[in-house]
């Protein structure tokens, strides 16, 4: 069993940097492969990033490539998404799953465990 929390969210201009973690509990933790998701009101959630068991392998949605950054320290079993230029269209509710898979994946519903979500928000 997984439980994740994100924290990072907030407020921020356009152009701003943000880094969001997402804590897990477990002692499986450096087994899981790991994702970042969002999802906008009315809208169907999307893949944003994902980082495989052992952090050596990453993907990302194309329209975050270059300025988003995803990585893990299975030490702290913390993951991070470190997002730069952020722009309006970033905004969203952000959540990290886990899936109990060494390799990543960009599709939610092979995630087993998730987050309760964390709010980003990005002013023009």
């Known amino acids: 069993q997984v439980q994740l929390v994100e924290s990072g969210g907030g407020l921020v201009q356009a152009g701003g940097s943000l880094r969001l973690s997402c804590a897990a509990s477990?002692?499986?933790?450096?087994?899981?492969?790991m994702g970042w998701f969002r999802q906008v009101p009315g809208k169907e959630r999307e893949f944003v990033a994902a980082?495989?068991?052992?952090?050596?392998?990453?993907d990302y949605a194309d329209s975050v490539k270059g300025r988003f950054t995803i990585f893990r320290d299975n030490a702290k079993k913390t993951m991070y998404l470190q997002m730069n230029t952020l722009k309006p269209e970033d905004t969203a509710v952000y959540y990290c799953?886990?899936?109990?898979?060494?390799?990543?994946?960009?599709?939610?519903?092979?995630?087993?465990?998730w987050g309760q979500g964390t709010q980003v928000t990005v002013s023009s």
């Open positions: 799953a886990a899936r109990a898979f060494r390799s990543a994946s960009m599709v939610d519903r092979d995630y087993d465990y």
């Open positions: 980082i495989t068991w052992s952090g050596f392998s990453t």
């Open positions: 477990g002692r499986t933790f450096g087994t899981y492969a």
